[in-house]
């Protein structure tokens, strides 16, 4: 989308909220807030991209890296959780600050969401006083590069420890968006986890959220997977990796699953049920009358 301009040039204009979001997989890629990404994690797909010399998180919109469409035939946003950037589309801030509220916005007026009608941009075009709308606008905007900065810090950390990788493009290639590689990230050693965590976790949630994003990408845009290096003569073979629920199974028999008296179960109408055992230490029937709940129970 081309067309920015200042907002400046348009302070007696009105501007109206998009009633169509197809331009939304022409915009391709939109940065994220801080504040969002968990959010955006569970509907959006997530990607990292160099913009600047700086890594930036945003949220991937083009349909080819999409597993399923976010905006419908009619238009309406169907992605779930809409991000900051696309609320307050079609502005973005001046990479210059102003004297005058109104030159810290700039404005895509390809949008054509600048006319007649609307909210006005101004409470006063001629001291450059944005309008109430506008100006929730341009804090949250501004809100959005210090909170951008601070993921942009913890990028750099996941950088670092080689975590990074990029999704496969439309022409198959490597793409300028990358992920977290779910091998490299778990093959990651303590001290380089603590080091990642020293000063917060925000790069461990980033790491993440953005593993949890993949379910959002298409299949075809996902990296391939790396092959195992051929191991060394003498190495020692890596242990198996083990599953979370083998701890649980393991311990079954030392679970205790008695319950106790609560609003829930009332003890005593349990026993008038022939639920549990009459006297202390005797075992339950195994017998098929012994597992039929009364009718009386479920009434």
């Known amino acids: 989308m081309s067309g920015l301009q200042p907002l400046s040039r348009f302070a007696a204009a009105r501007c109206?909220?998009?009633?169509?979001?197809?331009?939304?997989?022409?915009?391709?890629?939109?940065?994220?807030?801080d504040t969002e990404y968990l959010l955006?994690?569970?509907?959006?797909?997530?990607?990292?991209?160099?913009?600047?010399?700086?890594?930036?998180?945003?949220?991937?919109?083009?349909p080819g890296y999409l597993a399923r469409k976010l905006v419908d035939e009619a238009g309406r946003w169907r992605g779930g959780y809409m991000p900051i950037a696309l609320?307050?589309?079609?502005?973005?801030?001046?990479?210059?600050?102003?004297?005058?509220?109104?030159?810290?916005?700039?404005v895509l007026v390809a949008s054509r969401l600048l006319g007649e009608t609307g909210v006005a941009i101004c409470s006063d075009p001629e001291?450059?006083?944005?309008g109430p709308e506008l100006s929730a606008i341009r804090n949250t905007l501004l809100m959005m590069r210090t909170g951008?900065?601070?993921?942009?810090?913890a990028l750099d950390l996941l950088t670092i420890a080689g975590v990074l990788t990029p999704l496969r493009g439309m022409d198959d290639r490597s793409s300028g968006d990358f992920t977290v590689d779910p091998q490299r990230f778990g093959a990651l050693d303590q001290g380089t986890i603590g080091a990642l965590a020293h000063e917060s976790f925000l790069a461990l949630d980033l790491a993440n959220a953005l593993l949890f994003s993949r379910r959002h990408l298409s299949i075809d845009r996902l990296p391939q997977p790396a092959a195992e290096a051929p191991q060394r003569p003498g190495a020692a073979a890596p242990a198996p990796q083990a599953d979370p629920m083998d701890f649980v199974l393991a311990n079954l028999e030392t679970m205790n699953f008695a319950l106790d008296g609560s609003d829930l179960?009332?003890?005593?109408?349990?026993e008038g049920l022939g639920l549990l055992p009459e006297g202390p230490g005797e075992p339950l029937a195994q017998d098929e009358a012994a597992t039929t709940v009364p009718e009386r129970a479920v009434a």
């Open 16 to 33: 109206r909220a998009p009633d169509h979001y197809g331009f939304a997989g022409a915009m391709g890629w939109m940065p994220l807030n």
């Open 40 to 62: 955006s994690a569970h509907h959006l797909p997530l990607s990292v991209r160099v913009l600047g010399g700086e890594p930036r998180l945003g949220v991937l919109m083009h």
């Open 87 to 106: 609320r307050t589309f079609p502005f973005l801030l001046a990479k210059t600050a102003g004297p005058r509220p109104i030159d810290d916005l700039d």
């Open 127 to 130: 001291s450059g006083q944005l």
């Open 148 to 153: 951008g900065a601070r993921l942009s810090r």
């Open 265 to 270: 179960f009332d003890m005593t109408d349990m």
